[in-house]
């Protein structure tokens, strides 16, 4: 069992106190840390005793204990999955040497980058969030909003330490813009546009953990292949986490479904406006959340040809996902994958060169995932025998990167006028009117065992605990 040790001033697992220089670095970035956390964390969270899980190793059958903290003091810390013996290289232009467990100088600039981006999305997130505690459903789904906050905090703490120790002073300052940039804000905003979306209501919470938090498994997956051994150590670890996330957002979005249905059929209705008079979300309104988290998610991926996508395969910095389970040459020279263009009025498929896809194939790959969530959305539905299906929207449908940015595209996949997109996107993406409707539902529920109205209670609680457990107690 990989265990953590607790006594430090830093809990971690990569015997952090035998590097004096690098334990002093990050003992000072700590402090930043705590009051970035106390100026864009959970808002008025400070003093809650929380029910929140930290890791007490990394051993998959013992990571996690459970009790209640403040959350100002969970013990974020640095945690890598154990060291692969003899572990190779498997993919790109290295395959079969030895992983690496120092950078290479020549891939110095473009691993820093990687290692920053995936960095900023975490602490974005938080920010994103922060208001959310004031209007929660329940308590139950406080204390999860709260177990996501502080382990995209950790997820931070995993980045900072990698660039800390591996890129020197460049290091240091780039950990340093981690915790000054704001999602959102106009001189400073986070990298990727996605993270200065603002996360308005529960709706738009269960979305995001859903279909944003699965692109992160997709990066992650994708990094924990890399060829630089404490990055894929350290992605493996964050996956372990980034699972509880994706679950918020489905069993959320699920228990929205079935108290939705619940009233549906109550009330013997379809009617948006009347459901909305009962005060719960109609589906067609949760549709149109779908298309636009989903749309937006998507093109985290980036553009569909990339040269970069090429050069981090083939130097062995970023792989595809479960590499390890695909059957080919894992050089990929030579080989084609298909990607859309418009050509007139119609979307048509191109042969491009494989390397240059493979943003496209993992997009490919996230795109399966999701719709296998969304037919378990479908099926709360059929079980209530209500016949309406959500659907994921075409992949051309509202992007804004790669040769598909801009092109008006219906949900269905159907290239479509300016005039139509004006026409049709009110029903298509949420409206203001849609959004003020979720927004007015978003009252605060934190009595025990209490839901808001427009949500289920879940099944069952957090770790064997009852659903009307004290998950929250409010000094």
């Not at 003992?27 to 705590?34: A, D, G, V």
Request: proline share 5%; with cysteine.
């Amino acid at each position: 069992m990989s265990s953590i040790n607790y006594s430090e001033k830093i809990p971690n697992n990569v015997n952090l106190s035998e590097d004096r220089t690098l334990q002093r670095a990050l003992e000072q970035w700590q402090p930043n840390y705590l009051s970035w956390w106390n100026d864009m964390g959970p808002d008025g969270s400070q003093n809650f005793d929380v029910y929140l899980r930290t890791a007490i190793s990394v051993d998959p059958q013992g990571w996690a204990q459970f009790g209640h903290v403040k959350m100002p003091d969970y013990r974020w810390g640095i945690f890598m999955n154990p060291a692969e013996q003899d572990r190779k290289i498997h993919f790109g232009d290295h395959k079969g040497e030895a992983a690496w467990q120092d950078v290479p100088g020549e891939y110095r600039a473009n691993l820093r980058r990687i290692i920053v981006t995936q960095g900023d999305t975490e602490p974005a997130s938080v920010e994103q969030q922060r208001h959310l505690g004031l209007t929660c459903p329940s308590q139950y789904d406080l204390r999860n909003l709260f177990q996501v906050n502080v382990e995209e905090g950790r997820h931070l703490w995993a980045m900072v330490y990698l660039l800390h120790k591996y890129f020197g002073r460049d290091g240091r300052e780039e950990g340093e813009a981690l915790l000054e940039r704001r999602s959102g804000q106009q001189d400073n905003p986070r990298i990727l546009e996605a993270f200065n979306e603002e996360t308005p209501d529960w709706l738009s919470f269960f979305m995001f953990t859903y279909f944003t938090d699965r692109d992160g498994k997709f990066q992650l997956c994708a990094l924990a292949e890399s060829s630089f051994d404490p990055l894929a150590r350290t992605t493996k670890f964050m996956l372990t986490e980034e699972a509880h996330h994706m679950f918020v957002g489905e069993s959320g979005i699920s228990r929205v479904i079935q108290r939705t249905c619940q009233m549906m059929n109550e009330l013997k209705t379809d009617d948006p406006k009347k459901l909305r008079e009962a005060g719960v979300i109609d589906l067609p309104t949760i549709q149109r959340y779908l298309n636009f988290h989903f749309s937006v998610t998507i093109d985290l991926f980036g553009a569909d040809q990339s040269s970069n996508a090429a050069t981090f395969y083939n130097t062995g910095l970023k792989g595809r996902f479960e590499e390890g389970k695909r059957n080919d040459d894992h050089l990929l020279k030579g080989q084609t994958y298909k990607v859309l263009e418009v050509q007139g009025d119609r979307l048509m498929e191109k042969e491009v060169p494989m390397l240059n896809a493979l943003n496209e194939v993992l997009r490919d790959d996230y795109i399966k995932d999701s719709i296998s969530g969304v037919e378990r959305w479908n099926k709360v539905i059929e079980k209530a025998g209500i016949p309406f299906r959500l659907t994921v929207p075409h992949k051309a449908f509202h992007r804004n990167i790669g040769a598909l940015a801009g092109v008006k595209v219906s949900p269905e996949g159907r290239v479509v006028s300016d005039a139509e997109w004006k026409a049709k996107v009110g029903e298509w993406l949420p409206t203001a009117e849609d959004r003020a409707f979720v927004a007015s539902l978003m009252g605060r529920v934190v009595e025990p065992g209490k839901f808001a109205n427009w949500i289920a209670p879940p099944v069952m609680g957090i770790n064997r605990q009852p659903v009307d457990f004290e998950y929250v107690r409010f000094n």
